[in-house]
């Protein structure tokens, strides 16, 4: 399979990467900053150069071929409002559109716990759950295949193979390594399609937890 990574210099983006690789996919890492060409390539990916924000860039054609896309961008923490917007929104509105034309068909959205009721204050934010939640609104309303993954706090912590998952889960923390083992095992579970999890650290092992997504509520018609 061929995995185009949206964000593919992220943390979890780079887990993932190294995971993917491992099991014998390819990875196409799409970065914005030639910096980190090196380091995605180190991963064992093909590396894109993409800015999610400058709408003269070839989405389309960055992923063109794949049979996965894995949106995995994030303004990150000391952005402001409006990079919320155009990341974190705008981002997986451009690449619904740019898989959609492609025809790339399966889409995994790492979102984020918080986003079904956020707040409606001008915090910074409050300001990305919204966004955040608009996304993955947009995403589900395609016509493409897609699972929608909210992990709670993220860590640098190891991994540890165990996770909580649900459509509703108690609010908790999780690894970014155990994050990115749940987007691999959804990418490879079509029993995901169509459904919106949230997921935490736990005891269940992923690949048990990830197969019992597809008894959840809602998921594909």
């Not at 943390?11 to 030639?34: E, M, S």
């Not at 707040?119 to 897609?146: C, G, M, N, T, W």
Request: with cysteine; proline share 6%; charged share 25%.
């Amino acid at each position: 399979m061929i995995v185009a990574i949206v964000g593919g210099h992220g943390q979890v983006a780079r887990h993932l990467t190294r995971l993917l690789v491992a099991r014998g996919h390819q990875v196409r890492a799409l970065v914005r900053n030639p910096d980190h060409v090196a380091d995605v390539e180190g991963d064992g990916a093909e590396a894109v150069l993409c800015d999610l924000e400058d709408l003269g860039q070839d989405l389309d054609g960055a992923l063109a071929g794949a049979d996965a896309v894995v949106f995995a961008a994030g303004a990150g923490p000391g952005s402001g409002a409006a990079r919320k917007h155009t990341v974190d929104r705008d981002g997986v509105t451009r690449t619904v559109t740019a898989a959609e034309r492609a025809g790339v068909p399966r889409l995994v959205v790492v979102s984020a716990m918080g986003t079904d009721d956020p707040p409606d204050d001008d915090e910074v934010f409050s300001v990305y759950l919204r966004a955040k939640a608009e996304a993955d609104r947009i995403a589900l309303a395609s016509d493409l295949q897609v699972t929608v993954v909210r992990p709670g706090g993220l860590t640098d912590d190891e991994g540890t193979g165990h996770i909580t998952i649900g459509r509703h889960v108690p609010p908790g923390r999780i690894p970014r390594a155990d994050v990115a083992a749940v987007v691999a095992d959804v990418l490879a579970d079509p029993g995901s399609i169509g459904h919106t999890v949230e997921v935490v650290g736990g005891p269940t092992p992923i690949v048990e937890a990830v197969a019992e997504i597809a008894t959840l509520p809602g998921g594909r018609p």
